[in-house]
């Protein structure tokens, strides 16, 4: 697609179930990147996929959120047994090198109940 | 990791430049600087990159010192609609870009 594809854009869960999120890099960008960003706050780097090689996982708060990303394109990230601090907008984006800019989907709000 | 400071918030009126410096005193030889836009309720938009001197594109201009300890970005005749937060970004020395700061918002007033 044309841009960076990101799914549900809003999704309210309860306190303890798990969720999935889901992103859709543009065709090509070998390098993908999930951020959280909490209401009025910064960008906080979660994981970073490069290819076929292993992922960075050093922003993952927790065992409780992991990712995946399938075939070189797609990416789910996952976060199990939700916690009311997980709500926030969950950012993924996409680059074609490493230096370059990245390119930003419109993001999935996460709202714990 | 070379950690960025910026001003937390700046207010400019229409038509003026508006320059915004980020300090980056721990940059590494490889380090590139990048500049995003990011308006409420979207994810952020690259603006420009630089490694050294001066890049300029049709939305801004990017001035480095020799030294690179810091950068300037440089809105000419801001209008309404830049209105957003501005983040720079360095890299962790191994040519990973990862760590955005606190950003600076900036308002533009009529």
């Known amino acids: 697609g044309a841009g960076v594809s990101q799914s549900p854009s809003n999704k309210v869960t309860e306190k303890g179930k798990d969720v999935e999120l889901r992103c859709d890099p543009i065709?090509?960008?070998?390098?993908l990147y999930w951020y959280r960003q909490s209401l009025g706050q910064g960008l906080e780097f979660l994981i970073y996929?490069?290819?076929?090689?292993?992922?960075?996982k050093s922003g993952l708060p927790s065992d409780r959120f992991s990712a995946e990303r399938t075939g070189g394109s797609v990416s789910t990230l996952t976060i199990q047994r939700t916690q009311q601090e997980d709500s926030a907008v969950y950012l993924c984006?996409?680059?074609?090198?490493?230096?370059?800019?990245?390119?930003f989907g419109s993001g999935t709000r996460l709202t714990v109940v | 990791l070379a950690k960025t400071t910026q001003p937390i918030s700046m207010d400019s009126y229409e038509g003026q430049e508006v320059n915004i410096t980020c300090s980056h005193n721990?940059?590494?030889?490889?380090?590139?600087i990048t500049w995003y836009q990011q308006f409420p309720s979207q994810g952020p938009r690259f603006i420009i990159q630089?490694?050294?001197t001066k890049v300029t594109n049709e939305v801004a201009s990017l001035f480095i010192p020799a030294d690179r300890k810091s950068s300037t970005l440089s809105l000419p005749r801001v209008s309404l609609s830049d209105t957003a937060v501005y983040y720079c970004?360095?890299?962790?020395?191994?040519?990973?870009?990862?760590?955005f700061g606190t950003g600076t918002s900036l308002t533009v007033i009529p």
């Open positions: 984006a996409s680059s074609s090198l490493r230096l370059y800019g990245y390119t």
């Open positions: 065709s090509g960008h070998t390098a």
């Open positions: 996929f490069q290819g076929n090689s292993a992922p960075d």
């Open positions: 721990n940059i590494a030889t490889n380090d590139y």
């Open positions: 630089g490694y050294k």
């Open positions: 970004l360095v890299g962790d020395g191994a040519g990973n870009q990862f760590y």
